[in-house]
């Protein structure tokens, strides 16, 4: 099989500079575009020279159509309306769409399921092996632990992130609340300020902690009688999500169209 040719969206952002470099990294792989926002001071510039290593000679485009358009598959850790938008077009392109953005809401996912009738979707609010393994550890400590034990979850991100509780951090809820048959939407706090009264049992709270340069930092916390236990990952460096999401694409480029997560290309 010929390289998978595969587009950065968001090329200019932290993200989309790891994602070029892995790439030009990874075997099977070459790279065939990149793309901005409107207005990017990036637009024009050399793919490769934005992300710090030799130029590509791709210049950013804020054009999705033509480069949707020549294609395999694109890789996109940019923002929910973005995202959406980008669905649509891989759905028309009949391509592979990685996503990485969080913050994404009941009607995006919506529409993101059906662009996944045409589409080839791997969606995950992230793609590091240690994150997936930390969220199946989640589901079977809450299976295994009695209602007694509080679960609390944790997170740090550096000081430009945009959303609250990150995107790995709802996984890491849905896992517990799985494990306990409960929803999260109902069971879920997110915010405790003031007079909140003792705490209700079978809520799994989260604490997001913003500042500096910190990749990402998440500790799932089991807090019971007499004893606390703690699952952990600390992400030091974006390559780790980087090398997830290319191996997604890789995965995806052999699967229908169809909506896939992290676990499935994993095989956990």
């Keep these: 099989m010929s390289d998978m040719k595969i587009a950065v969206l968001g090329a200019a952002g932290r993200m989309g500079q790891a994602l070029t470099q892995i790439l030009a990294a990874t075997p099977g792989c070459t790279i065939a575009g990149g793309i901005e926002a409107k207005g990017s001071p990036a637009i024009g510039r050399d793919l490769g020279k934005v992300a710090g290593i030799e130029p590509l000679g791709i210049a950013i485009t804020d054009d999705p159509l ?4 020549a294609v395999d598959g694109v890789l996109d850790f940019t923002i929910p309306a973005s995202t959406v938008a980008f669905a649509a077009l891989a759905a028309q392109a009949r391509i592979v769409h990685v996503i990485g953005t969080t913050g ?3 009607a995006d996912m919506e529409r993101i399921e059906a662009a996944a009738r045409h589409a080839t ?3 995950a609010g992230n793609m590091s092996l240690g994150v997936n393994l930390l969220a199946l550890l989640t589901e079977r400590v809450a299976q295994a632990l009695g209602p007694e034990f509080d ?3 944790l997170e740090m991100h550096h000081r430009h992130k945009r959303d609250a509780p990150s995107g790995t951090s709802l996984m890491l809820g849905e896992a517990a609340a799985k494990a306990r048959d409960i929803s999260l939407a109902e069971r879920g706090v997110h915010v405790r300020d003031g007079e909140t009264g003792p705490r209700r049992e079978g809520d799994i ?3 997001a902690l913003r500042g500096g340069d910190v990749v990402g930092e998440h500790r799932v916390i089991f807090a019971g009688p007499g004893e606390r236990i703690e ?6 460096d974006r390559g780790i999500f980087a ?3 290319v191996k997604a694409a890789l995965w ?5 169209p169809g909506l896939y997560s992290m676990q499935d290309v994993l095989g956990l």
């Excluded at 033509?66 to 358009?69: D, I």
């Design 205 to 207: 709270g989260f604490a």
């Design 151 to 153: 679960i609390e979850i």
């Design 104 to 106: 994404l809401i009941e």
């Design 252 to 256: 995806a480029r052999r699967k229908d």
């Design 121 to 123: 979707i791997v969606k």
């Design 66 to 69: 033509p480069v949707f358009a």
């Design 243 to 245: 090398r997830g999401a």
């Design 231 to 236: 699952l952990a990952h600390i992400a030091t």
